[in-house]
């Protein structure tokens, strides 16, 4: 897929409705988001996305076109096994993943985001990985590879504004009196130039170099001697979707018999969306 505006802009009002987007390859934005969903539930997984023109993934609550709309909240996410390479598109880049909200009308979806077994290769300088905007209740991260390539330094995090709404205030109580998202966080791989790397991420891997098989020709799988090979989490925790341990590893390009790959099993696996290569 390419996108020339939304690439893929899903919108349902209908309680617990599911967008499942698997094995794909989205590269060459000319517009808009690669994905933009509304969705009360949504899985993104084993895909591969390459040069969005702004953000890979945008995943936002409902609208409240022409009055009160249905509300499906808490909305749920499950982002496993991805591979999101910012690329050199032309477009001005935004953050990789946008998490929450967009503004007054859609103050937040109120649910958890799952990000387990994804790399991020981030090129475009003054962007962020993870961005969360309005009212989010947890963003977990496990096993996920976070690379900086030729850009310096760059921000991995970053909670960015709330809209008030008529259900603020219940939400804020319901968390504790402070409406922040809970963070939590094990076993990823962060460059050593990211900031705004959250405090509450544990056994956190940080270096210069993954030691992937050939980054330049989008090889991304761990060598035997990466820092990645066999450094994953395991078991991890249940998605709200989905396990968050993916079966297959993306592909760039589209594969002649149509089939994903599967993805090796491990007794300890690597960190990131590939096993590490024999």
């Known amino acids: 897929s390419y996108s020339g505006g939304s690439g893929i802009y899903a919108h349902s009002r209908q309680p617990g409705t599911l967008l499942k987007i698997e094995n794909c390859y989205f590269h060459d934005g000319t517009g808009g988001y690669f994905i933009r969903s509304r969705n009360p539930r949504n899985l993104i997984r084993c895909n591969w996305f390459e040069g969005p023109y702004h953000s890979a993934v945008k995943i936002i609550n409902e609208l409240t076109w022409g009055g009160e709309a249905p509300d499906l909240r808490p909305m749920h996410t499950d982002i496993v096994g991805n591979v999101f390479d910012q690329?050199?598109?032309?477009?001005p880049k935004y953050d990789v993943l946008q998490l929450g909200a967009e503004g007054a009308e859609t103050p937040g979806t109120e649910g958890d985001f799952h990000v387990a077994h994804n790399l991020f290769v981030m090129t475009a300088k003054n962007t962020v990985a993870l961005r969360v905007n309005g009212n989010v209740d947890r963003l977990r991260a496990f096993n996920n590879v976070f690379l900086g390539v030729g850009i310096g330094k760059y921000k991995l995090y970053e909670r960015g504004p709330v809209w008030e709404d008529r259900r603020r205030e219940a939400f804020k109580r319901k968390r504790a009196g402070n409406g922040e998202p809970i963070i939590e966080g094990a076993n990823n791989w962060i460059s050593a130039d990211a900031l705004?790397?959250?405090?509450?991420f544990k056994d956190?891997?940080?270096?210069?170099?993954?030691k992937l098989v050939d980054p330049l020709k989008s090889d991304f799988r761990p060598r035997a001697d990466s820092p990645l090979a066999g450094a994953g989490m395991q078991p991890l925790p249940s998605g709200q979707i989905a396990d968050l341990t993916p079966e297959f590893e993306p592909r760039r390009g589209i594969p002649a018999d149509l089939k994903p790959t599967p993805r090796r099993k491990a007794a300890k696996p690597a960190v990131g969306p590939f096993e590490t290569a024999k």
């Not at 956190?204 to 993954?210: E, F, H, S, V, Y």
Request: charged share 25%.
């Open 196 to 200: 705004d790397v959250p405090g509450e």
């Open 204 to 210: 956190t891997i940080r270096g210069g170099n993954p």
């Open 87 to 91: 690329g050199r598109s032309p477009g």
